[in-house]
């Protein structure tokens, strides 16, 4: 009966932020209090249970992904970003621009949300397509590729940070697994899988290919920019090996473990972005806090979605059904990892969110972590990788790819729907490899 009652849960949110268009957050809590109501947790429990999972996950969460954002936008607005991406095209030449580009989505992914990485690049993708002459898709398709598989695989992003939370994975360790997972990923569902899409040929749209947005004199010099850029993945990766291959007694561990937290390696980086990107290039004080403001005020919503994912997550541990779950993974022939990502990809697959399917699935897996002993690590990349499969029409990110890129919905299907499922695909091979291999 527990899992007669989430399973009507979960179509209740599926049906709620799907057909009845509800905000994925309020369909979260009202979902988690059903739930909660229904699996016989006391009602006087239930507020102060979504209250603790709620505050709970953002108390570990919101500097990360906030920072994680600042980080992103003083980037942006600086013409960091684009001085990456037009440095290293020029390095790789137009032969071999399909690979410059996905490195650039690969190096800017890193610090910027899927959406806000694709808004700024794209203009970029238009010019370089124009002006290498050559189809408009082998530039964007290994683009999206390279951000997407930043965006489900390697934290500070807010879907594989929420889920370590979740697991109580180190996120340093995550940060090293998913980066081995994801360059290969993003090489095949990018520069290979584009060569598959050379006879869709759309128009680019008018006005969208402009030369540059930032002038020569106006952007940070390459070096910095990739420096600032980096500076959070090489502390939380330092850390991690750190605390695999170091002396926990000894001063330096102490150190690296210190400023390869994820809280402090988003706060030095944005620290070092106050200059690289702000003083250095002119900017007061006042616009760089404008910037800043503006970048927690495009993620908010963001947040409260994770938060919304950690309330279920709450209710479904305090009423018992968390450890219900545990006993009968415990019990089951079934591979844990391979199980977080059916859970992810079939959630992905009816509500169209990457986030609400890895929060979700991460809450109806959490208790197997314990249960089993599997690498927390890598149940938040096989959880990633399934919440990224197919991308169906109900995800913002295909009708972001299709209008942009003036795609029919079949010629989307072919291409985004297709790059989507090689990333879930080859993260969950890359996650059993390495599960073998430990």
Excluded at 47 to 75: D, N, Q, R, W, Y
Excluded at 275 to 296: D, L
Aim: proline share 6%; aromatic share 8%.
């Amino acid at each position: 009966m527990p899992l007669v009652i989430l399973a009507i849960g979960i179509l209740a949110l599926f049906f709620l932020i799907v057909r009845v268009k509800l905000n994925s957050f309020l369909a979260l809590l009202l979902v988690a209090g059903c739930v909660g109501f229904a699996e016989g947790l006391p009602i006087n429990q239930i507020i102060p249970t979504i209250e603790k999972g709620l505050g709970g996950t953002l108390g570990g969460l919101a500097i990360v992904v906030s920072f994680g954002a600042m980080l992103g936008k003083l980037m942006a607005e600086s013409g960091g970003a684009q001085r990456i991406a037009t440095t290293l095209i020029n390095v790789f030449g137009k032969k071999n621009v399909k690979w410059a580009v996905c490195l650039t989505g690969f190096i800017v992914g890193i610090a910027l949300f899927y959406e806000i990485g694709f808004i700024l690049l794209i203009p970029l993708v238009f010019t370089i397509a124009v002006s290498a002459e050559i189809p408009l898709l082998e530039v964007g398709i290994p683009m999206a590729a390279a951000l997407s598989v930043t965006h489900g695989f390697l934290p500070p992003h807010p879907g594989p940070t929420a889920i370590s939370i979740i697991y109580n994975a180190d996120i340093g360790t995550t940060l090293i697994y998913g980066a081995l997972i994801a360059v290969p990923t993003a090489i095949v569902a990018g520069p290979v899988f584009c060569s598959t899409a050379r006879k869709i040929r759309p128009n680019i749209p008018e006005g969208m290919h402009n030369p540059k947005i930032f002038k020569e004199n106006e952007m940070p010099g390459f070096g910095v920019s990739v420096f600032t850029a980096m500076v959070p993945v090489v502390l939380m990766a330092a850390s991690a090996i750190a605390k695999m291959t170091m002396n926990p007694e000894s001063s330096v561990y102490h150190v690296l473990t210190f400023l390869g937290s994820p809280d402090m390696a988003l706060t030095l980086a944005v620290a070092i972005a106050f200059y690289t990107f702000g003083i250095a290039q002119g900017k007061t004080i006042p616009e760089i806090m404008k910037v800043v403001e503006s970048a927690v005020l495009s993620i908010a919503m963001i947040l409260l979605i994770v938060g919304g994912g950690g309330a279920l997550k709450q209710i479904l541990i305090d009423s018992g059904v968390g450890r219900y779950i545990g006993e009968i993974a415990a019990a089951s022939n079934l591979s844990p990892l391979l199980m977080a990502w059916s859970v992810a990809a079939v959630i992905r697959t009816a509500c169209g969110s990457a986030t609400v399917a890895a929060l979700t699935a991460g809450g109806i897996a959490a208790p197997v972590v314990a249960a089993t002993g599997v690498s927390p690590e890598l149940m938040v990349l096989a959880t990633g990788a399934g919440s990224l499969i197919f991308s169906p029409p109900n995800d913002p990110g295909f009708w972001l790819f299709k209008e942009f890129f003036g795609l029919t919905f079949k010629e989307t299907i072919r291409t985004w729907c297709a790059l989507e499922t090689i990333i879930a695909v080859m993260g969950l091979a890359g996650v059993l490899v390495i599960d073998a291999l430990l």
